[in-house]
């Protein structure tokens, strides 16, 4: 069993910052590609940003250069710097991971969501 734990959401005013962290634990055997998602109110959840096992980055160009994801594979544990946040970056954030577990007959590779944090830019 897999969880994903996000922690580091909000409220924050117009031009400030948050980070997020989100913690997998379980029977893990590796952890490919990580990524933040985000949901606000009567829209799709989007690709906020992700990294490859590697540290190969990629994000949404509305948050360019102003959010930087990164991650810790000793912990487990992937970041969302979010810097400049504007109101349209309210959202719930959500934490997504691509794991790989032992199992009793082998490994399984399947894709892990967190329960998501809210994140609040208002003034």
């Known amino acids: 069993q897999v969880q994903l734990v996000e922690s580091g959401g909000g409220l924050v005013q117009p031009g400030g910052s948050l980070r997020l962290s989100c913690a997998a634990s379980?029977?893990?055997?590796?952890?490919?590609?990580m990524g933040w998602y985000r949901q606000a109110p009567g829209k799709q959840r989007e690709l906020v940003a992700s990294i490859t096992g590697i540290g190969t980055t990629n994000y949404a160009d509305s948050v360019k250069g102003r959010f930087a994801i990164s991650r810790d594979n000793a912990k487990n544990t992937v970041y969302l710097q979010m810097n400049s946040l504007k109101p349209e970056d309210t959202a719930v954030y959500y934490c997504?991971?691509?794991?790989?577990?032992?199992?009793?007959?082998?490994?399984?590779?399947?894709?892990?969501w967190g329960q998501g944090t809210q994140v609040t830019v208002s003034s």
């Open positions: 997504n991971a691509r794991i790989t577990t032992a199992q009793a007959l082998g490994v399984l590779t399947a894709e892990y």
């Open positions: 379980g029977s893990i055997f590796s952890i490919n590609a």
